[in-house]
């Protein structure tokens, strides 16, 4: 039996996945407009907020999480799709949810802005330790 390691690649791929499916899942085609409508910005001012350097940072967090997905599953002692799909869930459920959920209530977020911001991460998660889980 080999030892369980940390493919870098792996995590490299699975943040550059959690980035793509960022801009996709907020794009017009999906859940953008409602997410605009739920943080109270125009098409204009979304896009005067973009910038390249946001988008190296969200590239840079979703490899910091994909390193962490791949962490608690070589914690865990194995390495698969079944155990990434499982810390992944329970990633997403306890901590992304739960911390995102409390924000949301005290700052009197909508509801639909809860679930489209938190499916999405909990999605990626999903998308993540299914890449991190297949290339070990």
Known sequence: MEPLTINY???VVAGLAYTILGAVWYSMALFGNAWMAGIGKSKEQVQADFSALNMLWAFVGSCIA???LARVMLWSGEISIGRGVMVSLVAGV????VAMGVNDLFERRP???FFINAVYHLVSFVVMGVILGVWH
Request: with cysteine; glycine share 8%.
């Open 9 to 11: 690649w792996a995590v």
């Open 66 to 68: 994909a390193y962490g």
């Open 94 to 97: 306890c901590f992304v949810f």
């Open 111 to 113: 509801i639909q802005l």
